[in-house]
């Protein structure tokens, strides 16, 4: 089962703007009111939606900025080119969630919308401004009268590691169906006063989650996404965490139509030029099947120390391009302690997670929600609902594919 030769990506990401109501000082996109930049045109609209369909991508998520002031999210949504095999997922801050918005989302195949909140009031206002609290939660309580499916993200950071508990309980019994927390990473305004998690807050986090795994209410899920630092222990994942522990199985669509793979770059800031072409020269489908040469990944031990600035004293962990260049090059050489590098790309899991009848006895009683994709020498079953992948080997796949004939997408 090798995954660092991917083949199509399984997931579309339309980096659609910059602009957005908040200059949140950690945010990996460098968004804010004042951006005046390109935005994602309305001619490239049916091209991204038929190339998702026709590689057969399992979700197409929909982010920024605040997509919600991107002039052609309703549009979008009314595209005369139903989505019949990828799903649909929108990032929002949840301030302008509008009664024309709303309706929209209620008549819409969104699979899952997330919404991002830090914290209970003193804490999410501490990281996004005075006042903000209070408009999310009440976007988010008037989506969740119009969608079923509602993750929050929380960006976890030294200020907040201990108190996201308290969000957790209070999301619950909002019914909220996941909560994700996501460890702010030296990116976009990040970068120029970083405040990340160090070891020890790493480890809190994630004891802290494995305690409250057992105590929250049956079908929520939390989820820490460290997996730079915790590869997955089973081959059933979040697809998050699969695209980051095997690069190269996503791509992004940013705000000027460039298509750009993911090998070198953690959220919106790029360590290499990974373009490989503009959707506005070429239709994305035959981009993405060219195939144009990608740049080798960074060991995990490099990423670490250049995303969340750990393990390392080197002032390489500061690298823009010009860096990465240099290096690859033999003009520098981060030290990184602790030996020998592990390669960048682990070998999944032994485990699978589910014994192989349980899983196929999930998809036969509601089919419509699942995806599979079968690759060279292995599949994969995607959930749209909780946007969890399964690797499944040959023999695994056989057997659901004996068990599920006809029934899957």
């Given amino acids: 089962m090798d995954l660092t030769k991917p083949s199509n990506p399984v997931r579309i990401i339309l980096d659609t703007t910059r602009r957005c109501q908040l200059t949140c000082w950690y945010c990996h996109s460098s968004s804010g009111p004042d951006y005046r930049g390109p935005v994602l045109g309305p001619d490239t609209i049916p091209d991204i939606l038929d190339a998702a369909d026709r590689l057969r991508t399992f979700d197409l998520t929909v982010t920024g900025g605040e997509p919600t002031l991107w002039a052609r999210l309703l549009p979008l949504r009314e595209n005369p080119h139903p989505l019949r095999f990828t799903s649909l997922q929108l990032i929002t801050n949840g301030f302008a969630v509008s009664p024309r918005i709303l309706r929209a989302i209620e008549g819409s ?36 009268k119009v969608h079923d499916n509602l993750t929050v993200i929380s960006v976890i950071g030294p200020a907040n590691h201990f108190r996201w508990p308290e969000l957790t309980w209070m ?30 807050q790493f480890k809190q986090v994630r004891d802290t989650v494995e305690t409250m795994a057992g105590e929250l209410p049956a079908g929520f899920i939390l989820l820490f996404n460290d997996t730079l630092i915790r590869p997955p222990s089973t081959r059933t994942m979040s697809l998050y ?25 953690w959220g919106r800031s790029w ?119 399964t690797l499944l080997d040959d023999a695994e796949f056989s057997l659901l594919d004996r068990d599920l004939t006809g029934v899957l997408v």
């Fill in 271 to 389: 360590r290499a030029d990974e373009t490989l072409g503009s959707v506005y020269d070429s239709p994305l489908t035959s981009v993405i099947e060219s195939h144009p040469g990608q740049c080798v990944p960074f060991t995990r031990e490099e990423e670490i120390a250049r995303k969340f600035h750990l393990g390392t004293s080197t002032p390489l962990i500061l690298a823009d391009r010009h860096d990465v260049v240099a290096a690859e090059n033999g003009r520098l050489s981060p030290h990184i302690p602790g030996g020998r590098p592990t390669p960048a790309t682990p070998a999944p899991a032994a485990a699978l997670g589910i014994g192989p009848g349980d899983l196929a006895e999930r998809v036969r009683r509601d089919p419509r929600r699942y995806r599979v994709r079968k690759e060279n020498g292995f599949a994969l079953l995607f959930d749209t609902r909780s946007h969890s992948v």
């Fill in 109 to 144: 195949a969104l699979s899952r919308i997330c919404v991002s909140l830090d914290g209970v009031p003193d804490v999410h206002d501490a990281n996004r401004g005075l006042g903000s609290y209070a408009r999310t939660i009440r976007g988010l309580r008037e989506l969740r």
């Fill in 171 to 200: 999301l619950a019994d909002l019914g909220v169906s996941q909560h994700h927390l996501v460890p702010v990473c030296y990116a976009g305004h990040a970068m120029r006063d970083y405040r990340g998690l160090d070891e020890q």
């Fill in 241 to 265: 965490q699969m695209t980051e522990t095997w690069k190269g199985w996503h791509i992004i669509v940013r705000p000027d139509g460039d298509i750009r793979t993911a090998v070198r770059a």
